[in-house]
């Protein structure tokens, strides 16, 4: 797995729900693997499409364990947000303050 250069198409595309009746990969070996890269390359987060995978995927740091996120989608948010400085492995060097609701839930499949 490599990461994309940040003018791949792949980031500007509607990625793919991920099917778990017909799954186009081993979805445990792949969550292991964006695990991996993520603490590979230092990160704080990585989606599939950041490594080429056009599903809707992404791995995150938490505590006690990661998470590995199948299909997420937000089903509810804070009203309150937060403005924090952001850095996003695709556009190394860059990092921006990013406005977000301080709190949400989130839907989502495990591997």
């Known amino acids: 797995m490599n990461l994309v250069k940040h003018d791949d198409p792949i980031l500007r ?3 793919n729900e991920f099917d778990f009746g017909n799954p186009p990969f081993d979805p445990i070996a792949f ?5 991996e890269h993520m603490y590979h390359w230092n990160g704080l987060g990585l989606a599939a499409v950041q490594v080429g995978i056009p599903y809707r995927v992404f791995a995150m740091r938490g505590q006690p364990e990661n998470f590995v996120c199948f299909n997420p989608r937000i089903v509810q948010h ?5 403005s924090l400085e952001e850095g996003c492995l695709t556009f190394p060097g860059l990092i921006v303050k990013i406005k977000r609701s301080q709190h949400v839930r989130v839907r989502f499949q495990t591997p």
Not at 78 to 82: C, G
């Open 13 to 15: 595309s509607v990625s």
């Open 31 to 35: 969550a292991k693997e964006l695990v």
């Open 78 to 82: 804070s009203e309150h947000q937060v």
